[in-house]
């Protein structure tokens, strides 16, 4: 079975700031990758997926990911954040060979970005 | 991308009594749908799988009797929270996958969740 870790619990960052999420996976197969965020107070919304091609993938809001194979690494990037990304970011993996597509959540990152 | 409701999004029940949540698909059928369980300040837990017309297969440690699942149609999950007791106060959130074939397969949507309180 996949697992997936997110090593970071809190990211506090000032508008501006560079961001980077990190995302770890387990999963000795083919993956599709996820990167979901929660707004306060709104449900889960699809920022961006990796599922095949080009590994760097841009998504909403000026978000992208980049998968690395060789590290089980599909870390969530943002050149210059704005106070309104603060938001819990959870990644996700679903096997890629269509095993039931459940996905695996991450712990979650809480970013908190101060005006 | 497509989008999923869900009714309540907030209900408080006294202890004893069975509540129902409604998952919808509005833009498309959904052969799969999925229930998860997101505690405070943790991640979401999935509780169990949904396919329209069968038995939902549920993730261990989940009762199936006290978690019913019923998948009737293309658009509607419902789940019953069985004779609810306070631990089973949670934030529970449904999503659906978009069948294959659609230009975003393979990825779930998510309703905006249900948060119940049994007193």
């Known amino acids: 079975a996949q697992s997936v870790s997110q090593h970071n619990h809190h990211v506090i960052l000032s508008e501006a700031a560079s961001l980077e999420l990190g995302c770890n996976y387990s999963y000795g197969g083919t993956v599709n990758l996820f990167w979901y965020v929660q707004y306060p107070g709104q449900h889960l919304q699809l920022l961006l997926k990796y599922f095949s091609g080009d590994p760097l993938v841009k998504g909403i809001k000026g978000f992208e990911a980049e998968f690395i194979k060789s590290k089980f690494s599909f870390n969530l990037r943002k050149p210059s954040v704005q106070w309104s990304d603060t938001a819990e970011y959870f990644c996700a993996v679903t096997a890629g060979n269509n095993a039931g597509n459940m996905l695996t959540f991450g712990g979650g990152t809480r970013l908190m970005v101060k005006p | 991308g497509a989008v999923v409701s869900q009714h309540p999004s907030r209900v408080i029940c006294k202890s004893g009594t069975s509540v129902k949540i409604e998952c919808r698909s509005l833009?498309?059928?959904?052969?799969?749908m999925f229930w998860y369980r997101q505690f405070p300040k943790k991640s979401l837990m999935l509780m169990a799988t949904?396919?329209?017309?069968?038995?939902?297969?549920?993730e261990q440690g989940v009762e199936k009797d006290k978690f019913l699942i019923n998948h009737a149609s293309l658009t509607l999950s419902t789940l019953t929270v069985t004779s609810a007791h306070p631990e089973d106060s949670s934030f529970y959130i449904c999503?659906?996958?978009?069948?294959?074939?659609?230009?975003?397969?393979?990825?779930?949507?998510f309703g905006p969740g249900t948060r119940l309180l049994v007193l």
């Open positions: 833009d498309f059928q959904a052969t799969t």
């Open positions: 999503s659906a996958r978009v069948p294959v074939g659609r230009e975003y397969q393979e990825t779930q949507y």
């Open positions: 949904s396919n329209e017309g069968s038995k939902a297969t549920y």
